[in-house]
């Protein structure tokens, strides 16, 4: 079987290099560059340092290796989508776009098509069920990153292997350590994909500018501060808006009227919802409920969190809502529900919120 292994550098990938290696296989090591860096200097990606990581770990399993550039297909999709959505007033998920069109989508069209599976260092397993392949939960509940994988296909995951999933972080690090592979000690990347390295307020300034607006208390309608833009403001936050005597949380935003709505304090019911329409609901392997009046019970996330949370979600036409048996904190319109099964073992699908 040929494989294609993706490898960034970390170390969770570069132990997937040394897994396949002892489960016989001998995989074909791909590096893909993004190249974020540009001439005035605001965006830095040190990718120098992942390649040498990168090149050892070939060198040292005597694998193929490639480096592979994906810099345009990026920036026009993922980098496009994301500026959108936060014009919008959404807040987007760049990494699950990058995982649908960039390392499972364009990277497959270009590269991936020449191999049979597709490996990668995700926090993630597959199950074999009704003759199908079902995306499926992490043995480390905490690291688990099927959340970023929500919005694959079936095609794309039947294609995926996920040789470290069965794993916990620490038994990787571990590996990684016994091994002397030198990413052992390496931290942990942020999240957001490619755009993780790159100052994420200062990008967004790049492409939409500032626009002073008013930040307003919901419950008063004092205005208490001002803001530079409602595009560099997210639902739920609460770092960054520069305001005293808080703690204050975004709670709203009004996009034609730039302004910034915030409520203090921990326990403000403002912050916390039950209900979470979403739209767009598309299921990975199988739609196991087909139409169905009343509810089905399941779990979800919102975001990438550890916890799953509990709920029943309905369907009226294509619009699916889950409600949630506890409150959350932070509903923000373009992140996505992402539905598991009870157990929170198999992950459904996924649509955006609204
Ligand atoms: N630049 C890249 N080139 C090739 N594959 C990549 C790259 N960045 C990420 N990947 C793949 O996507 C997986 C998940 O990405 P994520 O951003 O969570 O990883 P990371 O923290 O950068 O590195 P790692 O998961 O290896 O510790 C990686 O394990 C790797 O298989």
């Given at each position: 079987m040929e494989i294609a292994a993706l490898v960034s550098g970390g170390v969770d990938s570069s132990v997937v290099v040394h897994r396949l290696k002892e489960m016989g296989y001998d995989p074909t090591i791909f590096y893909i560059k993004i190249?974020?860096?540009?001439?005035?200097?605001y965006i830095d990606c040190p990718s120098e340092e992942d390649i040498e990581i990168v090149t050892f770990i070939a060198k040292k399993y005597g694998c193929r290796f490639e480096i592979v550039s994906l810099h345009e297909e990026y920036w026009n999709s993922v980098v496009h989508y994301t500026i959108e959505s936060v014009k919008r007033g959404l807040t987007p998920n760049p990494d699950m776009m990058c995982n649908k069109l960039i390392k499972f989508g364009t990277f497959e069209q270009k590269w991936g098509h020449q191999f049979d599976r597709i490996a990668t260092g995700h926090y993630a397993t597959t199950t074999q069920s009704e003759g199908l392949t079902w995306l499926s939960t992490a043995k480390d509940h905490v690291k688990d990153q099927t959340y970023f994988l929500g919005q694959v296909s079936y095609v794309q995951v039947s294609k995926l292997m996920f040789p470290i999933g069965d794993l916990l972080k620490s038994e990787v690090r571990e590996i990684a350590a016994e091994n002397r592979l030198p990413s052992a000690q390496r931290k942990d990347s942020q999240g957001i994909c490619f755009l993780g390295k790159v100052n994420y307020n200062r990008f967004i300034e790049r492409y939409l500018g500032k626009k002073e607006g008013l930040i307003v208390e919901l419950e008063t309608g004092n205005i208490i501060g001002r803001h530079q833009g409602y595009w560099f403001h997210t639902i739920g936050q609460r770092k960054g808006l520069g305001l005293s005597g808080g703690p204050w949380f975004v709670i709203k935003k009004d996009v034609n009227r730039n302004i910034v709505y915030v409520s203090k304090g921990y326990d403000t019911k403002y912050q916390y919802g039950n209900v979470i329409n979403l739209q767009g609901f598309s299921f990975i392997t199988k739609d196991p409920w087909g139409d169905f009046e009343g509810e089905k019970e399941i779990t979800f996330k919102i975001r990438h969190t550890p916890e799953f949370t509990r709920g029943h979600i309905s369907k009226k036409g294509d619009l699916y809502t889950i409600s949630s048996e506890l409150p959350v904190q932070g509903i923000a319109a373009g992140q996505f529900g992402v539905v598991y099964d009870l157990e929170s073992r198999i992950c459904l699908g996924s649509g955006m919120i609204i």
């Open positions: 190249g974020m860096e540009d001439e005035e200097g």
